[in-house]
């Protein structure tokens, strides 16, 4: 297919959304089922992607007029199923991923940096006032050259060496977050004010 077959108008083209795609979570996971002995990220995009050109490519014959040689069994087509849902799902990750710098800019509340890191970056230690935290929350943290983006949950809270499944702050104090992912005390945290959850980075 060429890439003027697959483009908008915007900051990146479709077709560079698609190469994306293929390098996401869940699509990798669907290039794991169909070949288990092989490594998804050897997989270049052409390939994953061929059930995307085959179907563009029927639909450009049906539309001059010109029936495909080869139609579909039943079989097949639960193939091209299996394989346009995990791209849904991929290309979903890959549009929050692309939007994630202007969420952090507009629509998430600024955490601060942490006061302390342990078990290796994973547990955060941040001063926090005026709101409500809970287990399974989106996180963002940005690098200290702001070049990072890294995003993930809470999976544990502790106040007071205390664990907790939701905590509602109103006067500052500090709280320990486990976090999905490995951060430092130059990372600047962020809470997101919308949905991250089908988000997987």
Request: aromatic share 8%; hydrophobic share 40%; glycine share 6%.
């Amino acid at each position: 297919m060429k890439a003027t077959q697959l483009r908008w108008k915007g900051t990146f083209s479709l077709m560079q959304a698609c190469e994306k795609t293929v390098l996401q979570t869940k699509f990798a996971e669907y290039l794991s089922r169909l070949d288990p002995e092989r490594d998804p990220s050897s997989v270049k995009p052409e390939e994953a992607l061929f059930y995307l050109q085959d179907l563009a490519a029927r639909r450009n014959q049906v539309a001059h007029g010109v029936l495909p040689d080869d139609l579909l069994s039943t079989e097949l087509l639960t193939s091209y199923i299996d394989f346009f849902e995990a791209f849904g799902h991929g290309l979903y990750q890959v549009c929050q991923l692309e939007v994630l710098p202007y969420i952090v800019d507009h629509q998430a509340i600024p955490l601060g940096t942490p006061s302390d890191v342990f078990l290796k970056g994973e547990v955060v230690c941040i001063p926090i006032s005026d709101m409500t935290l809970k287990v399974g929350d989106a996180i963002v943290a940005r690098s200290g050259d702001g070049k990072t983006l890294q995003v993930g949950w809470i999976k544990e809270m502790q106040l007071a060496d205390t664990s907790h499944d939701e905590i509602v702050i109103s006067n500052e104090v500090e709280v320990g977050l486990h976090l999905t992912f490995k951060s430092k005390k130059s990372h600047a945290f962020f809470l997101p004010k919308v949905s991250l959850t089908n988000l997987v980075y």
